[in-house]
């Protein structure tokens, strides 16, 4: 599980099977059973709530500071926990006046935004 460990950001993962037995496991989810359990039951919730048709692709459980991102992929569940680092306001812009030029016509309007 190499590949996990050279996520960007990762701080711990967890390899399940389809039962939520933990494969493998390392950083801050290692031999988290408990982290497991509960991937688990959020995966058969959200099986229980989507389309019939369609499964998930992926799930991320966002908090503050870190964020879990579950996939399945060869019937194992993946689960990343990583740092997140939470985007940065909206920058406001203050209200502007723009003079708008229809060239169609002769004259010229004032819009405020």
């Known amino acids: ?3 996990l460990e050279r996520i960007p ?3 711990g993962y967890l390899v399940l099977n389809e039962d939520g037995a933990v494969i493998c496991s390392g950083g801050e989810l290692e031999n988290s059973e408990h982290v497991a359990n ?5 995966i058969t919730l959200s099986d229980s709530v989507g ?8 799930i991320s459980v966002i908090y503050q500071d ?5 996939c399945l992929s060869n019937k194992k569940i993946y689960v990343v ?3 997140y680092l939470a985007p940065k306001s909206p920058v406001l812009i203050p209200e502007t006046t723009i003079l708008n030029t229809n060239l169609n016509s002769n004259s010229n309007s004032v819009v405020n935004t």
């Open 1 to 3: 599980m190499m590949a």
């Open 9 to 11: 950001d990762q701080v």
């Open 38 to 42: 509960i991937v688990l039951g959020m």
């Open 51 to 58: 389309p019939d048709n369609e499964g998930y692709k992926k």
């Open 66 to 70: 870190f964020c879990y991102i579950i």
């Open 81 to 83: 926990k990583k740092r």
